[in-house]
């Protein structure tokens, strides 16, 4: 996968983004505390939101965004793995991965195409001194027909880790490796 800068709002934040990944902002209306990048190529995306940081404790903090991305959907989801990254250019990252599986089709929704499931990086950088919490999402939807299951290999306990999983850790990398602040003004007020 090849990566391009992309600068996010205005050059205020820059960040590396695979080069077939546009700015959803040409296409749709994007409210203006997100920048919104999907693969031209298939459905995968990152969604950055500027939000108003949450007056907890960090993983506190987590699981309240996690809640608001996930309550209320219908979907089935099952929690991968949370923890800590460090952001090379500022600070520490809180981190969920995910797969939400979306409910099966009822006969009012059954002709809108809809994913088998999909795989979710959530990455929170919080800056309280800013008044600021960065809440990244890194989407990978696995729709019928379009993407590999990859063969179960002995002892792998029957889970697999398709190419789409594979391509959003890889951007989840890049992310964390090339996220930089460069106008600490972009949150104040």
């Known amino acids: 996968m090849s990566f391009k800068p992309t600068p996010l709002f205005g050059g205020a934040i820059t960040v590396d983004l695979p080069s077939t990944y546009g700015d959803t902002s040409q296409i749709r209306q994007v409210p203006d505390h997100q920048e919104v990048y999907l693969d031209t190529n298939g ?21 309240y965004h996690f809640a ?37 089709p009822t006969p009012s929704s059954a002709h809108r195409k809809a994913p088998d499931y999909i795989a979710i990086h959530l990455l929170l950088l919080r800056l309280k001194d800013h008044g600021t919490d960065i809440l990244i ?4 939807p696995h729709y019928p027909g379009e993407y590999e299951k990859p063969p179960s290999q002995e002892g792998d306990g029957g889970e697999t880790t398709t190419k789409l999983m594979k391509d959003a850790d890889e951007l989840r990398e890049r992310v964390l490796a090339s996220f930089d602040v460069r106008e600490w003004g972009l949150f104040q007020g």
């Open 43 to 63: 459905y995968s995306g990152v969604i950055f939101e500027i939000l108003e940081y949450v007056d907890k404790p960090d993983e506190e903090a987590l699981q």
């Open 137 to 140: 999402t890194i989407n990978a």
């Open 68 to 104: 608001d991305l996930v309550d209320g959907t219908g979907d089935a989801t099952n929690l991968l793995n949370q923890g800590k990254g460090v952001m090379e250019n500022t600070h520490p990252v809180h981190t969920l991965t995910f797969i939400q599986t979306p409910p099966p």
